[in-house]
C-alpha cells in the first residue's frame, strides 16, 4: 500500500488548501528563517518549493519576512495564491514539492513580518458597553463619540510578539479609590482582550485617505491577536490621553496570517447602525459586507473560558482603515491594526477578563483555582475559525502566551 502524502489533507481539515495561511519559520537543521504556508499538519517551504518548480514568485517567496510579498500588492497577491494552490494540490507537481513539507512540530515560528505601525481599535458595542457600567455605573456606559467613529489609539510596534513568547508582568504606577497616594509595583489586575489584526500590505501616500471599497487594494490578511492589558495600571494613567502603559508591554499574535481571499466565505454584514455615518464611513452601499464571522474560543490554561464572536463587531476593519487615514496618515507595509476586544452580548461571549469577572467582583472556576485576574504561570490561548465554502471550515490558527513573574 502506498505511503499517504502529507498533501493528502483529510476532508474537513480546517487547513486544507482552501485556506494556505502564511508565516515565517526556521528548524533546528537549518537556522534561516524563511516563508512557509500551513497545509494540514505540515509547512511547505514556499521558497524552496517555488525554487524546485522554477517559479516566478521564488524571489518574492525566498525571503525571510512577509514583507515583501505584502508590499508586492493586491494583484502578486493573488497570482502567488493560485500558484501555490496548484502546488498542493496538482498530483504533478508532488514530487517537486513533498520534499518541502516539514510537520509542524519541527519548526520555530517567528513573527512573520516587519511591524511598522501598530494601531487598536474600540469596536464592539458589547465590549464598550461592558466596560461603560464597569467604570461608569452613573453615566452612559457609551461615549458620545463611540457610535460616530472607530475609536483607537497608538500602541508599540516593538512590543507586538509571536504567539508561545511569555509575557513578562508589568510594572507601573496604580491607584485604587481608596489609595491616598499612587504605588509602584508589578500589575495585580493583568487582563487579556481577544482580538482580531490586520496587516497593511501596500501603502499609501502621505496626505491621501485610502477608501473603503480601497480596503482589499491595502489589506493583506487577517490573525488573532491578544492586546495583554494591565488594568489596575491602564486606571491611574488612562485620563486624560488614554492607554499607555497599561497596554504597551507585550502584544501576542498568531504566527500565522490567513488572506482575504480566504475568508470570502466568511464574509457578514456588521449590525445595523443606530445613527447616519458621514459619508467616509457610510458602508450602506458597499459592494460586499464588511463583517467577519469568526469564531473564537478563549482558554486560560487549556480551559475555554470564553467564545467571542467576531460577527458582532460594530465597526469594520474597512472603515476602521478609512478612519485611520482620513486625516491623511499614510499606511506603511506591515502596519498591524487590532480590531479591539471582541465581545458578544451574552456573559460567556466576553473576550475579557475585565468583562467575565467584572472588574473581580466575579471569580472564574478554573480546574486548578479561581481566577479574577491572571496568575504567574497561567497560560492563555486563543484560537478560532471561520466558514468557509461549501461547509468548509477555515482555521485561523492560534495565539498563546504564558505570564511570567516581573523582574
Known sequence: ????????????????????????????????RRIGVRIGGHVLDAGA???????????LLGQPSLNPLLAAGRTAWRDVRRALTAWVTDPGHRPAV??????????????????????????SENHATNVGRIFRPDGDALTPNWKHLPIGYHGRAGTIVVSGTDVV?????????????????PSVKLDIEAEVGFVVGTPSELGRPV??????????????????????????????????????????????????????????????????????????DGDRPGGFDLRISVAVNGQEIATPPFASMYWTAAQQLAHMTVNGASLRTGDVYGSGTVS?????????????????????????????????????????????????????GEVTGRITAAR
Open 49 to 59: 518549493a517555488a525554487v524546485a518548480l522554477g517559479s516566478p514568485y521564488a524571489g
Open 169 to 185: 508582568r508589568p510594572h507601573g504606577q496604580r491607584k485604587t479609590p481608596t489609595d491616598p497616594a499612587p504605588v509602584f509595583g
Open 344 to 396: 458578544g452580548p451574552s456573559a460567556g461571549e466576553r473576550g475579557s477578563l475585565l468583562e467575565l469577572t467584572w472588574n473581580g467582583r466575579d471569580a472564574i472556576e478554573l480546574a486548578d483555582g479561581k481566577r479574577t485576574f491572571l496568575e504567574d504561570g497561567d497560560t492563555v490561548t486563543l484560537t478560532a475559525w471561520a466558514p468557509g465554502a461549501g461547509g468548509t471550515r477555515v482555521g485561523l
Open 98 to 123: 513533498e520534499p518541502h513539507l516539514l510537520p509542524l512540530d519541527t519548526i520555530t515560528s517567528h513573527l512573520p513580518y516587519e511591524v511598522a505601525d501598530y494601531v487598536d481599535f474600540y469596536a
Open 211 to 284: 477608501a473603503l471599497d480601497a480596503f482589499e487594494d491595502h489589506v493583506f490578511g487577517l490573525f488573532l491577536l491578544n492586546d495583554w492589558s494591565a488594568r489596575d495600571i491602564q486606571a491611574w494613567e488612562y485620563v486624560p490621553l488614554g492607554p499607555f502603559l497599561g497596554k504597551s508591554f507585550a502584544t501576542s499574535v498568531s504566527a500565522w496570517v490567513t488572506p482575504l481571499e480566504a475568508l470570502d466565505a466568511a464574509r457578514v454584514a456588521p449590525p445595523a447602525r443606530d445613527f447616519p455615518l458621514l459619508p467616509y464611513l457610510d458602508d450602506a
Open 1 to 32: 500500500m502506498p505511503q499517504q502524502s502529507p498533501l493528502d489533507v483529510p476532508e474537513g481539515d480546517p487547513f486544507g488548501p482552501h485556506n494556505l495561511p502564511y508565516g515565517v519559520f526556521s528548524t533546528a537543521r537549518d537556522p534561516r
